[in-house]
């Protein structure tokens, strides 16, 4: 059964923190996407990365970054949190076709 | 550039009932075309997809959707509604290309209510 986690179900974190956000797969997908999710926003890209240490903006990259090292791992990173950054957060992974998507249960982030 | 629309905020249907779930989309080329369900608390699920072929796709759950290339539509049906198909529900495209830019689009998403 294929299976994405992401570190933590909850996280509340004050402003000025930084924040890692971690995605594992288990399915050797060489797609990986952040994503976050806001009440009549649906699902906006923040970046994917289609290879290890390859990375791509997606449409709402400020104030966060990425990294990957290994296939299997994609972490998001919040520099410096803001309160705008409270959001659900939502890991994926895919073939490299990109076709269907296979997500993880989500962070939600609370920054006080 | 490519993009979905999803009407409806909220679909308010009786169990037992047809249930239809509205997707409407813009992209350059033939689309790939997604439905995905996301129960409270839990990550998006993959519903089904269309890429060619038959312009009716059956998926997940009882679902089936329809592609309607004149109407630019890929509307989500079901026959008959359940309690337990309550959930939020997000369609969404991709141009046929493969390339960095071509990226999945989600819709805002439709809140799917079954009354018993």
């Known amino acids: 059964d294929v299976k994405v986690t992401q570190s933590s179900r909850y996280l509340v974190k004050r402003t000025g923190e930084k924040v890692f956000l971690e995605c594992v797969q288990d399915?050797?997908?060489?797609?990986m996407f952040w994503y976050r999710q806001d009440p009549g926003l649906g699902l906006r890209l923040i970046y994917f990365s289609y290879d290890v240490k390859m990375k791509e903006k997606g449409d709402i990259p400020e104030g966060y970054s990425v990294s990957r090292e290994k296939k299997e791992r994609f972490s998001l990173i919040l520099e410096s949190a803001s309160t705008n950054q409270t959001s659900m957060y939502l890991c994926a992974s895919s073939l490299p076709s990109r076709d269907t998507q296979y997500f993880g249960p989500g962070t939600r982030l609370t920054v006080l | 550039a490519q993009s979905v629309a999803q009407p409806e905020d909220q679909v308010n249907v009786a169990e037992g009932n047809p249930l239809t779930v509205k997707c409407t989309y813009s992209?350059?080329?033939?689309?790939?075309l997604f439905w995905y369900v996301q129960y409270p608390n839990r990550g998006l699920q993959f519903l089904l997809k269309y890429i060619t072929g038959d312009n009716l796709v059956k998926g997940s759950y009882g679902f089936e959707a329809e592609f309607n290339k004149s109407q630019t539509s890929f509307h989500l049906k079901k026959p008959s509604a359940l309690v337990s198909d309550s959930a939020l529900y997000f369609c969404?495209?991709?141009?046929?290309?493969?390339?960095?830019?071509?990226?999945?689009?989600f819709g805002s998403g439709t809140r799917l209510s079954i009354r018993p």
């Open positions: 992209v350059s080329g033939n689309p790939y």
């Open positions: 969404a495209v991709r141009a046929p290309v493969y390339s960095s830019a071509s990226k999945i689009i």
């Open positions: 399915m050797d997908h060489e797609n």
